[in-house]
């Protein structure tokens, strides 16, 4: 993780860098989730089924999607949870369209 000016921190995802917008207290949390995006990626690149970095982030998003749904369904998600994830897919998705 590296800080970057303006409140951003520097993530790498596939081997690429992107700075996302993000309040000191939430900096944790942002490389954490960059991690393990990044990881579930890989596995996904790895498997040689899926081509192109974009069909693979969308493949990861599905994925993580499924297993998100799943544990609502059991019960698993508590509201505050649910309300931090999504702040998270909005940043991760505004990295991806830029």
Same mark, same amino acid.
């Given at each position: 993780?590296?800080?970057?000016?303006?409140?951003?921190?520097?993530?790498?995802?596939?081997?690429?860098?992107?700075?996302?917008?993000?309040?000191?207290?939430?900096?944790?949390?942002?490389?954490?989730?960059?991690?393990? $995006?990044?990881?579930?990626? +890989?596995?996904?690149?790895?498997?040689?089924?899926?081509?192109?970095?974009?069909?693979?982030?969308?493949?990861?998003?599905?994925?993580?999607?499924?297993?998100? $749904?799943?544990? +609502?369904?059991?019960?698993?998600?508590?509201?505050?949870?649910?309300?931090?994830? +999504?702040?998270?897919?909005?940043?991760?998705?505004?990295?991806?369209?830029?």
């Amino acid at each position: 993780m590296k800080t970057t000016p303006a409140d951003g921190v520097t993530v790498s995802i596939l081997g690429k860098e992107f700075v996302v917008a993000c309040p000191e207290n939430e900096r944790a949390a942002l490389v954490s989730a960059a991690s393990f $995006l990044d990881k579930k990626m +890989r596995e996904i690149q790895t498997s040689g089924k899926v081509i192109g970095s974009e069909r693979i982030a969308i493949i990861a998003a599905l994925n993580l999607a499924h297993e998100l $749904l799943e544990l +609502r369904g059991q019960g698993g998600m508590p509201t505050d949870v649910n309300q931090k994830l +999504r702040s998270l897919q909005i940043k991760i998705e505004s990295v991806l369209h830029q």
